[in-house]
């Protein structure tokens, strides 16, 4: 039996430098298999997982001999942290390997939203010029408003005061006499004082009983009709069939997804988007880039030597 089952995918760099010093399982396939997994955890020493695989307690009491769990990536929410706490298995994320690449994604969706213009292609290969119609907007004097203030988020407001953006945010977790507010933030301290004031908001919390449906119904309508949204964090922290009816309306000017409650997205849960105008949707990707992907995977695969090279007393 393997030493080290990793069930989501990893850049090969990474993989190599683990199978040329353990026995290694590779299967980025045992995602969509979760009933395969506990039987092949008997002897595992380390176990690597992405967003998708849950690791539970049942999964964690199948491997007795579990030294660590690697996450290829941030968010925690598909582990259960207080059952491997409890078994004395540290859960590693790949803290900082992917903020540039986050932080991109939501600059770019802020220009692709904001201007309006960038699925005319077929329009326009067909001979048809609506020019007038996609007149869009800049993003130089608009404000960006962060839900959430760490890591990631001030990346993103370091992007976004290049191309001439305010940045605003709102995060009760970072005290206001913080430093990091000394970086040219405007620092609210309500979420609707936020959500009423920005031209953009891009959500950048974890998914907590908190933060789930953080942005609902009442949310939305303190947001501005002409303002975007962008959620890049995680899925279950908008209502999404609230969101939808808003764009429908004409209550919001555009939103783009990385996440969603349910993922991956089914045809039955993305139903509820038919229709919806300005709308930008990807699977989860904000994060993975060629180069974030192996900055991620590298960071995993020398917390899981270093875990697994560690004498035990």
């Not at 059952?83 to 932080?103: C, E, F, H, L, Y």
């Not at 993975?288 to 192996?294: F, G, K, L, Q, R």
């Amino acid at each position: 039996m393997p030493d080290i089952v990793i069930t989501e995918f990893m850049d090969a760099s990474s993989v190599e430098r683990l199978t040329s010093r353990f026995d290694t399982l590779y299967d980025p396939g045992l995602v969509d298999r979760p009933e395969a997994i506990p039987a092949l955890l008997t002897d595992a020493r380390a176990l690597v997982v992405r967003n998708r695989t849950r690791v539970t307690d049942a999964v964690l009491a199948a491997a007795p001999g579990l030294r660590i769990v690697g996450r290829l990536g941030v968010g925690l929410d598909n582990i259960d942290v207080a059952a491997a706490r409890n078994r004395g298995v540290p859960v590693v994320p790949a803290t900082g390997a992917n903020d540039d690449s986050v932080a991109e994604y939501v600059i770019a969706m802020t220009l692709h939203l904001l201007r309006g213009a960038y699925t005319a292609s077929a329009e326009v290969a067909a001979g048809k010029w609506p020019r007038t119609r996609l007149i869009g907007r800049e993003v130089s004097g608009k404000t960006l408003g962060l839900v959430g203030f760490g890591a990631i988020a001030r990346k993103t407001a370091v992007l976004a005061r290049a191309l001439g953006m305010t940045v605003a945010a709102f995060d009760p977790y970072v005290p206001a006499d913080d430093s990091v507010w000394q970086s040219g933030a405007v620092r609210h301290s309500t979420i609707d004082g936020l959500l009423g004031a920005s031209d953009v908001v891009s959500l950048h919390v974890p998914l907590t009983d908190g933060t789930h449906h953080l942005i609902n119904a009442a949310a939305l309508a303190a947001m501005r009709s002409d303002a975007v949204l962008i959620n890049a964090a995680r899925g279950g922290a908008v209502d999404e069939p609230a969101l939808a009816n808003a764009l429908k309306e004409r209550r919001l000017a555009g939103a783009a997804l990385d996440v969603f409650e349910v993922e991956p997205l089914t045809a039955a849960a993305g139903a509820v988007f038919d229709g919806c105008p300005n709308l930008v949707l990807t699977p989860h990707i904000a994060g993975v880039t060629d180069e974030s992907n192996s900055r991620v995977g590298a960071v995993i695969a020398d917390a899981v030597l270093a875990a697994l090279q560690e004498k035990r007393t």
